[in-house]
């Protein structure tokens, strides 16, 4: 999902540009699109830049729920097949064990669910980065 994430935050940020380029250059020649009423060329060509942001923003928003739902899961699907495994290997465990067991999961998880937001903010970081050296 990262590199996904990575790739898609590269497309994106090109389609922006171009987006932005085309807005500064309707802008700055304003006048002369009014003159030879080119303003339907000027509008059709970002409203398309645009459509194809909004395409690529879907995809990230998607891309987000997915990596939202396996972060928030896998904390209680981790204490949930420690538990089955432990029970289907025959072992027992009593009331207060398995109350300890759970504090240390839930302690131990917090790190895990903040993983996938660094790693999204160091990729964001690096390809921002590659954009400025360029």
């Known amino acids: 999902i990262a590199k996904l994430r990575a790739v898609l935050q590269t ?9 932005m380029r085309g807005t500064t250059e309707t802008v700055n020649s304003i006048k002369v699109i009014k003159l030879y009423s080119w303003q339907d060329i000027f ?3 970002l409203f398309g830049i645009r459509d194809q942001e909004i395409k690529l923003l ?6 987000d729920a997915i990596d939202c739902f396996v972060v928030w899961m896998t904390g209680p699907m981790l ?10 290997m025959g ?36 390809i921002s980065m590659n954009r400025i050296q360029n």
């Open 11 to 19: 497309r994106l940020m090109k389609i922006k540009d171009q987006r």
């Open 58 to 63: 879907k995809l990230e928003a998607i891309l």
């Open 79 to 88: 204490i949930l097949s420690t538990f089955l495994t432990f029970f289907l």
């Open 91 to 126: 072992n027992k465990i009593s009331l207060a064990s398995s109350f300890a067991a759970i504090q240390v999961f839930v302690h131990l998880i917090l790190p895990v669910k903040w993983l996938p937001e660094a790693v999204r903010s160091f990729l964001e970081f690096v």
């Open 43 to 45: 509008i059709d060509k």
